[in-house]
């Protein structure tokens, strides 16, 4: 079965730069049907969708964080990751990865999620 787990560190200090990994298993990256995306929640607030990379490299993001997030794809290890530049406490949040499947324009499958801190 398809699963998606995140893995990174929870702590960054601010104006360093978030690496998140979200790792794929059941299903290549590459497969030409699917977005992959990351989101996030900060406490007491919504999800925002961060941006993504589709399965043939290109990318998207939210123009809120365009400066500053980069999304790529390592296929040989059926990652996709997350790099969030110049960090603060505002971006404190549980970071989720999540598979969109271009025939039903859903989220179909996501990770559990993983809670990183931005603190001094």
């Known amino acids: 079965q398809v699963q998606l787990q995140e893995s990174g560190p929870g702590l960054v200090k601010p104006s360093q730069t978030l690496s998140l990994t979200c790792t794929v298993s059941?299903?290549?990256?590459?497969?030409?049907?699917?977005?992959w995306t990351w989101i996030r929640q900060p406490p007491g607030k919504g999800l925002e969708w961060m941006g993504a990379?589709?399965?043939?490299?290109?990318?998207y993001y939210s123009p809120s964080l365009k400066s500053r997030t980069s999304i790529s794809r390592d296929t040989s290890k059926n990652h996709f990751t997350l790099q969030l530049s110049s960090v603060t406490p505002e971006d404190t949040a549980v970071y989720y990865c999540?598979?969109?499947?271009?025939?039903?324009?859903?989220?179909?499958?996501w990770g559990q999620g993983t809670q990183v801190f931005v603190s001094s």
């Open positions: 999540a598979r969109v499947a271009l025939a039903s324009w859903s989220y179909d499958y």
């Open positions: 059941g299903v290549s990256v590459t497969t030409n049907v699917y977005y």
């Open positions: 990379i589709r399965y043939s490299g290109s990318t």
